[in-house]
């Protein structure tokens, strides 16, 4: 006789059985496994916490790390109205005189006699140059304005203008078509000249596809370089920005107007900001490393990477080069206190707003140079963070490991169960197999009893 439900036979609740006895197999191993997994996600979780507050501060310090970043120059127009400026960090610090005599101007044509929709305006082709430059197109018999305006726009050798078609009242309570042409940009280089080929013989009168060259076209708008006059001199331009005028400097130029001035300056207030940005992201690095590494007495925690030997390393590198003089300088610049950041009792910069302004003001280029020579402090502090965080990194290095131990440790869950599902297996078959054992001999003794029971003399109680 089979059994198909263990337990059945002996009575024994075998699948709670086999459940507990697996969960006792596995739950010490489980439970160390789980301990070891927290603590290494712990870890990779620290030091992804510490990789990005070093990144923060690293971005701060290459801020620092040119001496072009301490070469911004800021531009002051006397009237943003009429023209505005950048400058780069070649521009000389200076004032100059400006003058808009002319704004630029794109080329705009149009039709002066007017068509309508089915209208055709006569065979032959149509040349429009501009510059050194032209393309044609062929114009049949039965083309329209339309037609012409399609052929324009999808030209791929177009020079650069576009076709529209406005519509106009004619004067008689009706409305015809006019064909526009505008240029794409503007100056006397891109100014349109267009010229016909007519069917008629006749290219420039006012019949047939000649009704669309230049003598035959209004001019709405003329092709126009723009102009100013920088210290009385003059200068022009196809558009509206001159960025050849004076060295580092573009002026875009917005309306016409006289009198105005142009201000190049050293932007002392950019490095500022700079400069405060890295005080504050070097705070923020500071108490990272304060909450990671430090012990807590009175609540009894530690930070996840207490005397951790990486976290001391670049904690002490980095407070190091913050606290060292640069040598090998010719200004009277060598430390950050000199500018005005020092260290508070906390291990934190502070700064000291009125002496910094006095030292930008007074040695603007020693700044400079203190942060961003060859051996400056902001190329210093950028090569002991890149050699934490970069990708062939002392982090970079430690997280590998801590990916390659939580793979380990999946690894091992993966084993654990395997073997667990062996021994439930073979549990099952050996309970299935005393089930039997049990059932038969229930059978056996059911039997046996039966049989005892009609024996002649055999003792029958009675029933009541």
């Given at each position: ?11 024994i609740d075998v699948s709670a059985l086999i459940t507990k ?220 920005t001159f960025a050849d005028v004076i060295d580092g400097i ?126 400056g402090i902001a190329n210093t502090l950028d090569d002991v ?80």
């Open positions: 006789m089979s059994i198909s439900s263990p337990g059945i036979g002996s009575g006895l697996i969960s006792a197999e596995g739950d010490r191993t489980t439970g160390r496994l789980d301990i070891r997994a927290a603590e290494v996600q712990g870890d990779f979780s620290a030091y992804g916490s510490l990789k990005s507050s070093l990144s923060l501060f690293q971005s701060a310090v290459q801020g620092l790390q040119e001496l072009t970043d301490f070469q911004v120059r800021s531009t002051v127009s006397s009237n943003n109205d009429i023209f505005t400026a950048t400058a780069d960090e070649t521009a000389d610090a200076s004032q100059y005189g400006v003058e808009v005599v002319q704004l630029a101007q794109a080329n705009k044509l149009v039709t002066t006699a007017g068509f309508a929709a089915t209208d055709a305006v006569g065979a032959g082709s149509l040349t429009f140059t501009q510059g050194a430059s032209s393309f044609s197109i062929n114009v049949s018999a039965t083309d329209t304005l339309s037609d012409v305006r399609d052929a324009v726009n999808s030209a791929t050798d177009n020079t650069g203008l576009k076709a529209a078609i406005i519509n106009v009242d004619d004067g008689l309570g009706g409305t015809v078509e006019k064909l526009v042409f505008t240029a794409d940009k503007t100056g006397l280089d891109n100014a349109i000249t267009i010229t016909a080929v007519d069917d008629d013989l006749n290219h420039t009168d006012a019949l047939g596809l000649s009704r669309l060259v230049n003598a035959n076209l209004a001019e709405p708008a003329t092709a126009l370089d723009g102009e100013i006059k920088v210290d009385g001199q003059l200068v022009s331009s196809t558009n509206n573009t002026i875009n130029v917005l309306d016409i107007g006289a009198g105005e001035t142009l201000t190049v300056k050293q932007d002392k207030e950019v490095v500022k900001l700079k400069i405060e940005q890295f005080v504050a992201n070097y705070n923020g690095l500071i108490k990272t490393f304060s909450a990671l590494g430090s012990y807590d007495s009175s609540s009894d925690t530690a930070g996840l990477l207490l005397g951790d030997s990486i976290l001391r390393g670049v904690e002490n590198a980095i407070r190091k080069e913050i606290s060292s003089s640069v040598s090998g300088l010719s200004g009277r610049f060598s430390t950050l206190a000199e500018l005005g950041l020092s260290t508070d009792k906390n291990g934190q910069l502070e700064i000291d707003s009125d002496l910094l302004d006095e030292v930008l003001e007074s040695d603007f280029d020693q700044v400079g140079q203190l942060f961003a020579s060859t051996s963070v890149e050699g934490y965080i970069g990708s062939n990194g002392i982090i970079e290095s430690r997280t590998d490991g801590l990916k390659t131990r939580l793979d380990d440790l999946s690894e091992q869950r993966e084993a654990l169960n395997r073997r667990l599902a062996t021994v439930e297996s073979r549990l099952l078959a050996q309970f299935t197999a005393m089930d039997q054992i049990v059932s038969s001999l229930r059978n056996q003794s059911d039997f046996l009893t039966q049989q005892l029971a009609n024996l002649p003399g055999a003792y029958k109680p009675k029933s009541n």
